[in-house]
């Protein structure tokens, strides 16, 4: 899809009439120009093919598909966060937390940092071992060197450990790929130039991962991609998992060993726990939003056609039986609708999560990045030598800064992105910009802290009256 997107951008033809494309691509489309500006098209060309009740701030994604000029990019078709997944039966045994507040000195429950979901990995893989006559994994997760392995990083990897800077929906000036923007200006990813695609926490997470994978997944994990490794969950043998897209609730709700017989789940999702390079008003974790895309190329007869047809997937007419299908909620009025309520419990917290205040810390790439296709491929093919043990950390994530900025550059020699375009910062030792507030930051003389978790119930409550935690 991406490919038949770069292709019409680049010789004009129209291949489709739409698209649906991740709002990770913001960056990307309001820089070149290529995509049609929706606010500008529902008031001028598109009005008398606008629906009267579309309800544009009805959209939960809204601002994830809205450029640093303020105007709508995208409209949203699905969307679904990254969470954490736990078993809260186990969770919930009395001999299971007596064992694990003996070790640890604190209880079991919702891990509040990347330190507490350390020690839980460890409890289960190698204390408990087994439960029910069944061995089980203290973490889940996958390492083939594949283009799954980027998104396992770009999709707010780096901002979970820390990485970035505060900022809702991205951190501003430095985001959760590393890059530093000077007003809507990318000027680097590496740590010279003041980002920190290469600094002390974007290392740290790539270790952690990396740790995690060979000591607490299940085996075989670092062969796995993406596709391969999600059963494992279904299964019923793996205790948490750190990084879990809630567009898979709706198969992880159907009968099998994680759900009860009254069709409630035995597991629960809750808020993705941060590394100790996080701050209070950072992000904490990313969300999918795939919105519907019109292209300039195309003729304007066949772009109202599609925009009326964008507009039905998403009116208000059908937007909550798809909802309630694919549980990829786009909308406000869906989610708060009485049908939700009912149905809340057999959800495992999904409900819980996109009425509550807590959701805004979940959100797409932003627009720092300024070629999703053209950066994204760097990710996995740079991480995956670390994982495959090609090459150190150190030099993994160094060559990916590096990489970016060359990337960037081109873009920027190409003047194809006009004022908004990546121009560079010159280098400068990174000890100057580790003295500057905010991101990129020094590396901390303690990375693990002591384990911090929350009662998943109290939580819950907190959601459900309207409060983060």
């Known amino acids: 899809m991406i490919e038949k997107l770069q292709t019409q951008w680049q010789s004009g033809e129209n291949i489709y009439d739409a698209y649906i494309n991740d709002s990770d691509l913001i960056g990307t489309h309001f820089r070149y120009g290529f995509v049609v500006n929706l606010t500008d098209w529902m008031a001028g060309e598109g009005k008398d093919v606008t629906l009267p009740t579309l309800d544009i701030d009805d959209f939960i994604g809204k601002s994830f598909t809205t450029g640093p000029d303020g105007k709508l990019y995208q409209l949203p078709d699905q969307q679904f966060a990254n969470l954490y997944w736990f078993r809260y039966d186990w969770f919930q045994r009395p001999e299971l937390k ?37 061995v089980v994994y203290g973490h889940n997760d996958y390492g083939k060197k594949a283009p799954d392995l980027g998104w396992r990083f770009t999709d707010a990897w780096l901002s979970m450990a820390g990485a970035g800077d505060k900022g809702i929906p991205n951190g501003k000036p430095v985001d959760e790929w590393g890059i530093r923007v000077d007003g809507c200006t990318p000027v680097g990813a590496s740590v010279t130039r003041g980002g920190a695609a290469n600094g002390p926490a974007a290392k740290y997470s790539l270790r952690k991962y990396m740790e995690w994978l060979r000591k607490y997944a299940p085996p075989g994990a670092l062969g796995m991609d993406f596709y391969q490794y999600l059963p494992f969950l279904a299964k019923g043998n793996v205790a948490q998992q750190i990084f879990w897209y809630t567009a898979f609730t709706a198969t992880m709700v159907e009968p099998g060993p994680t759900v009860n017989a009254d069709g409630t789940p035995k597991w629960r999702m809750a ?49 909550l039986k798809k909802a309630h299908t694919g549980l990829t909620i786009v909308r406000d009025s869906d989610i708060n609708h009485q049908s939700f309520t009912d149905r809340a419990p057999k959800l495992g917290g999904l409900v819980e999560f996109y009425r509550s205040p807590a959701r805004v810390s979940w959100t797409p790439t932003g627009t720092n990045v300024p070629d999703y296709p053209k950066l994204a491929q760097l990710w996995w093919q740079n991480i995956g030598e670390a994982v ?57 003389a303690n990375e693990k802290p002591k384990g911090e978790t929350v009662d998943y119930d109290s939580l819950i409550k907190a959601w459900r009256e309207g409060r983060v935690k």
Not at 98 to 127: C, H, M, Q
Not at 272 to 284: F, I
Not at 401 to 406: F, L, P
Request: net charge negative; proline share 6%.
């Open 271 to 319: 808020p993705s726990p941060h590394g100790p390079y996080w701050e209070e008003g950072m992000k904490l974790g990313y969300q999918d939003t795939g919105s519907w895309t019109l292209m300039n190329s195309t003729p304007v007869d066949r772009r109202k056609a599609a925009w009326l047809f964008a507009q039905f997937t998403v009116a208000k007419s059908v937007s």
């Open 98 to 134: 007596k064992r694990f507040k003996d070790k640890y000195g604190y209880d079991l429950g919702v891990p509040v940092n990347w330190s507490a979901y350390e020690d839980i990995a460890e409890f289960f893989t190698n204390d408990v071992k087994e439960i029910d006559g069944k």
């Open 388 to 444: 495959a043990g090609e090459v150190t950390v150190d030099r993994a994530m160094d060559n990916l800064a590096g990489e970016m900025d060359k990337v960037m550059a081109r873009i920027a020699r190409s003047g194809a992105q006009k004022e908004c375009g990546p121009k560079l910062n010159d280098e400068k030792d990174a000890q100057y910009w580790f003295d500057q507030p905010g991101s990129p930051k020094p590396k901390l």
